[in-house]
């Protein structure tokens, strides 16, 4: 067995791809040629293929990351090297989806597509790279449009990618020489044309001269040979966060084209939720169209507002997101003072939006207790000045670790996750913790936390912040957390409600220690008194056993011998 990288292979000409949907996770077993994850451009969206069959022990990219050819996807443990392909070779050719089209190329079918446009024109299918009889998927026009230079005729897909074929000329659809389902090759003709559309000049032989049947580019490549279009890739990538919750797991991926899932992330419809009508179970505008009027016409919900339904006791339908809110205040701040406008980090963004739900949706309560630490932070300070020269520090945060997983040992459902009418009791004690980096809040996860010690946990966490505040952790370093501590004791306060990471059901805070009278019965005595505030999902968890789990995280870090029974 070994262990090897997995890249995004040859794309073609985009310099760089949106991830759009991860389609495996740690642990999974995956065969060669099987699909990892769609990455997308502004035309066209592609499945990367793994090149071996293994189990991923890592994934390196998260939805929303920027890749390209050479970018790693993920580490995979090898099971089955013989026959595998490189790493890069099968998927190199598989996946060359919009391939390069030169410059005077590009520049030679604009000018035909120009010049040529009163008689029929023939359209003829693009050079799409080495594909090939890929499946016409979808038709975007009928006889009779009038069509745009450059505009989509209709999706293409081969068992790895979609793409958009882009009309070469402009006029009026003749005749459509293609049907849903037929498949296609370099230069077939595709569609008739006749007429000039009022931006382009007219030929009569227009229909003979090889500059006609010279394809147009897939538009991406189009667009970067002519300034003219060059901004709206841009944007279109920009845009490629899919509109569904992005640390969800893709159910099911939904098959639709790059310009259907544009649409439906304009008007905030979530693909997995529409079923589509196309080929193969194909999502078109038009099941976009109709899942939208569903929705506004009350007669379904969809998964989220359901959800909120559920839990809130209203109706998403009648009341504006279902809270009876009154809109957000909208100020033009300028008429008070000198004013920045900055955009929000795209982590900040994804965390907002995670933080906003669960805010809302989880009935959370938090309890506050104080612990004495006195005798472990003295142990923990003697420690660290035998241990100097070990170059690793000891934190208390890694002792909160350590003491947490005994307490999620004794009160189970602290480590478990709500499903439907269900609880999930994980036996893994995974403890993610909160890590504050110039971008926005991380959260890094210490896995296996009840097999490892104090020294191991605290180098670990010393990695994985540092990785936090450079921007480097992979996805499979912030997941999987069964439980969340957010720890302010390295910069002050006293006690704060942390909200809790769903799926989880519960989160401590920790503040800063500091020195408290203490009475022992006879005397005030001072002790180091650390802050503890649990927030806990009243759906699972009840008051008194949120009490009791303080105390007991109390007691352990009171007097640590206590992890051992
Ligand atoms: N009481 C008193 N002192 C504490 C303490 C506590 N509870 N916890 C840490 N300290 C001290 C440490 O001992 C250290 O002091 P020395 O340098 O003298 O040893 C100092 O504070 C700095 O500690 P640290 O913050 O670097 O280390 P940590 O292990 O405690 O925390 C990390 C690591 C990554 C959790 C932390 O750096 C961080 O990012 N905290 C912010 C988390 C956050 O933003 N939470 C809010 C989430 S909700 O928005």
Not at 17 to 26: F, G, W
Not at 349 to 378: F, M, Q
Not at 432 to 448: E, H, Q, R, S, Y
């Amino acid at each position: 067995m070994s262990l090897i990288e997995i890249k995004v292979p040859d794309i073609g000409d985009f310099a760089e791809v949106t991830v759009i949907e991860l389609m495996v996770k740690p642990g999974d077993t995956v065969k060669a040629e099987q699909s990892l994850i769609t990455v997308e451009s502004d035309k066209a969206s592609m499945e990367i293929p793994c090149s071996h069959t293994g189990v991923v022990k890592e994934l390196k990219i998260a939805l929303g990351d920027k890749v390209k050819e050479g970018s790693v996807v993920l580490m995979l443990e090898v099971v089955e090297t013989a026959g595998a392909a490189t790493p890069d070779a099968t998927p190199a050719a598989a996946i060359a989806a919009a391939p390069a089209i030169p410059a005077e190329k590009a520049q030679t079918a604009t000018d035909s597509a120009v010049s040529a446009a009163v008689g029929p024109v023939e359209v003829r299918l693009p050079d799409i790279g080495d594909f090939k009889d890929v499946a016409v998927i979808e038709i975007m026009v009928k006889v009779g449009d009038s069509i745009q230079l450059e505009q989509s005729l209709m999706t293409v897909e081969s068992d790895k990618a979609a793409m958009e074929i882009p009309s070469s000329a402009a006029g009026v659809l003749k005749e459509l020489k293609i049907k849903v389902g037929d498949k296609v090759n370099i230069g077939d003709l595709i569609a008739i044309l006749e007429g000039a559309a009022p931006t382009v000049a007219a030929t009569p032989t227009a229909s003979a001269a090889p500059a006609v049947t010279a394809p147009a580019a897939p538009v991406a490549t189009t667009a970067a040979a002519n300034p003219a279009s060059a901004t709206a890739p841009v944007a279109a990538v920009a845009l490629a966060v899919p509109a569904h919750n992005p640390t969800t797991a893709p159910v099911g991926l939904p098959h639709a084209s790059p310009s259907v899932r544009k649409f439906a992330r304009e008007l905030g419809v979530p693909l997995n939720e529409v079923r589509g009508s196309g080929l193969k179970g194909r999502i078109t505008d038009a099941d976009v169209q109709s899942f939208t009027r569903s929705v506004m016409s009350g007669a379904i919900q969809t998964i989220a507002a359901e959800a909120k339904t559920k839990s809130t006791g209203t109706s998403t339908s009648s009341d504006g997101g279902g809270l009876g809110l009154i809109p957000w205040p909208k100020l033009d701040f300028s008429k008070f003072g000198p004013v920045e406008r900055k955009d929000l980090s795209r982590i900040k963004k994804i965390s907002g939006a995670n933080l906003l739900r669960n805010a809302i949706l989880i009935p959370a309560v938090t309890n506050h207790d104080d612990c004495d630490i006195t005798d472990l932070e003295a142990f923990r300070v003697s420690t660290n000045k035998e241990n100097e020269k070990s170059g690793v520090k000891i934190t208390m945060l890694a002792f909160l670790i350590k003491a947490c997983v005994s307490a999620l040992k004794k009160f189970p459902e602290f480590n478990s996750s709500l499903d439907g009418d269900a609880l999930i009791y994980k036996q893994y004690y995974h403890i993610g913790f909160a890590a504050d980096t110039p971008n926005g809040l991380m959260v890094p996860v210490i896995k296996d936390a009840d097999k490892k010690g104090i020294m191991q946990i605290s180098q670990e966490m010393g990695e994985l912040a540092k990785k936090a505040r450079d921007g480097k952790l992979s996805p499979a370093e912030m997941t999987g957390a069964s439980f969340t501590i957010s720890s302010l004791g390295g910069i002050g306060g006293r006690y704060f409600t942390p909200i809790i990471n769903a799926p989880e059901v519960a989160i401590m805070g920790v503040c800063k220690s500091t020195m408290q009278p203490v009475w022992d019965g006879k005397a005030f005595q001072p002790r180091l008194m650390l802050p503890l505030s649990l927030t806990w999902d009243h759906r699972v968890i009840d008051g008194a056993g949120a009490a009791r789990f303080n105390v007991y995280l109390g007691q352990i870090l009171g007097d640590f011998r206590r992890v051992l029974l």
